[in-house]
C-alpha cells in the first residue's frame, strides 16, 4: 500500500504578507494617520476578500493568515490598524477579521528616534564641512606661495619688472664689462614653477569644493531624513502616549493571538570613535516587561545608524541581511503556530 504524499494530506494554507515601508512625516499629525489608518484598513480588507475568494479552497472569511511588516514608520501604520481593527470588534469574544496573526516592525521608533542619530548626522556633516575648509586654506596658502621655487620668489620673465627690463638682475658673472647685467637663464622648472603652484593650488581648492558638493547629497539626505522622522517624534514625544502604544499593541495581541515583534539595527562598538553599541531606536529598559519584545539586527558595516536603518534590506550593506531573513521567518512561523492554538 503506497502512501500519499505528504503535501497532499496537509491543508492549504492562504498566507499574506504585507509590506508597509517608511512613510514621511505628514502621517505624524494626528488626522494624517487616521486617515492613513483608515486607507489602509481599507484595502487590506478588499485585497483579503478577493484573495480568500480566489483562493478556492474553503473556508470562508478568516481562512487568510496576515502578516503585517513594516520599515520604520510603516511599522506605526501596521501597529495602529492593528488596533483599530481589533478595537473595532462588535465584543471582546468577536474573531478577528482580516486575520492578522503577526505585527512585525523593522527599526520602527515606537519610543522615539535615538539622539545619537542626530548627534551623528550633525557631526558627519560639519567633519565633511572642516575637511574641505582645511584643505582649501592649504591650498589658499600653497597659492600664495605659488611665486616662490622652494622659498626662492620666482618671476615670470615676461613679467615687466619695476625698472622695466626682464629678468631678475643678478650680480655680473666675472668678465663681465662695468655697467653690464645680464638676465638670469631659467630652467623649464623655473618658468613653470608659478604655473605648476597655481594650478596645484586651483586643483586642491576644487578638490575640496568637490568633496563637499559630492558628499551634500549624503549630508542632506542624513540631515533632511533624520530631521523629517523628527517631526514624527516631535508630535508623539510624550513618554506616557508612546508606552501605552506598546502596553496596547502587546495586551491586544495576546488577547486576539497575534505575535509582535520589533528588529532593531545594532551595530557593534567601535572604539575609539564608538566605543558603545549604535541602534536607530530608543529601547525599552532592559527590566521593561516589554524589552524580550525587541529583538537586535547585528549590522558590523554600516557607517551609522541612519546607514545601518535605511539598508536594513540590502545584504550588500547589512551583512546580518540573511540573518534577519531567518529570524523573520522564524518569527512567522511563530504567528502561525500562536494561530492555531487558539
Known amino acids: ?16 504578507c504585507i509590506f508597509i515601508h517608511g512613510t514621511n512625516a505628514v502621517v505624524a499629525q ?7 489608518v483608515e486607507r489602509f484598513a481599507d484595502w487590506l480588507t478588499t485585497l483579503t476578500v478577493e484573495k480568500e475568494v480566489s483562493h478556492g479552497s474553503g473556508g470562508g472569511a478568516g481562512k ?9 514608520m510603516g511599522g506605526l501604520l501596521a501597529a495602529d490598524t492593528f488596533l483599530a481593527m481589533a478595537h ?49 586654506t592649504s591650498a589658499s596658502i600653497l597659492g600664495a606661495l605659488g611665486g616662490f621655487a622652494f622659498g626662492r620668489k620666482v618671476t615670470d620673465p615676461n613679467t615687466p619688472t619695476a625698472t622695466g627690463s626682464t629678468g631678475l638682475i643678478t650680480a655680473p658673472p666675472p668678465g663681465t664689462p662695468p655697467g653690464e647685467a645680464q638676465p638670469v637663464k631659467r630652467t623649464g622648472w623655473q618658468r613653470w614653477a608659478p604655473i605648476a603652484y597655481g594650478a596645484g593650488a586651483a586643483v586642491l581648492a576644487g578638490a575640496a569644493a568637490s568633496t563637499a558638493y559630492y558628499k551634500r547629497e549624503e549630508v542632506t539626505f542624513g540631515w533632511t531624513w533624520a530631521t523629517d522622522h523628527m517631526k ?24 486576539v493571538g497575534v505575535l509582535f515583534k520589533t528588529f532593531y539595527t545594532y551595530i557593534p562598538g567601535k572604539p575609539p ?13 532592559t527590566d521593561s516587561p516589554y524589552r524580550s519584545y525587541f529583538a537586535p539586527a547585528h ?27 531567518l529570524l523573520t521567518a522564524q518569527a512567522i512561523r511563530d504567528g502561525i503556530m500562536l494561530c492555531k492554538d487558539l
Not at 557607517?303 to 534577519?324: K, P, R, V
Request: aromatic share 8%; net charge negative; charged share 20%.
Open 1 to 16: 500500500m503506497s502512501e500519499a504524499p505528504l503535501a497532499a494530506e496537509l491543508p492549504q494554507e492562504l498566507l499574506l
Open 30 to 36: 494626528p488626522d494624517s494617520r487616521t486617515v492613513a
Open 64 to 72: 487568510a493568515k496576515i502578516v503585517l511588516c513594516g520599515h520604520s
Open 88 to 136: 473595532a470588534r462588535p465584543d471582546k469574544t468577536a474573531p478577528l477579521w482580516p486575520r492578522i496573526i503577526a505585527c512585525l516592525a523593522f527599526d520602527t521608533p515606537y519610543l522615539g528616534i535615538h539622539p545619537h542619530v542626530f548627534k551623528n548626522t550633525a557631526t558627519k556633516a560639519l567633519g565633511y564641512m572642516q575637511t574641505a575648509k582645511d584643505v582649501a
Open 232 to 255: 514624527y517624534v516631535k508630535n508623539l514625544w510624550d513618554e506616557k502616549t508612546l508606552k501605552d502604544r506598546i502596553e496596547n499593541v502587546v495586551n491586544t495581541g495576546a488577547e
Open 273 to 285: 570613535a564608538n566605543p558603545i553599541p549604535r541602534t536607530f531606536v530608543i529601547l525599552p529598559p
Open 299 to 325: 549590522n558590523t558595516i554600516a557607517l551609522d545608524e541612519i546607514s545601518a536603518h535605511t539598508s536594513m534590506f540590502q545584504a550588500g550593506s547589512n551583512d546580518g541581511y540573511y540573518e534577519l531573513g
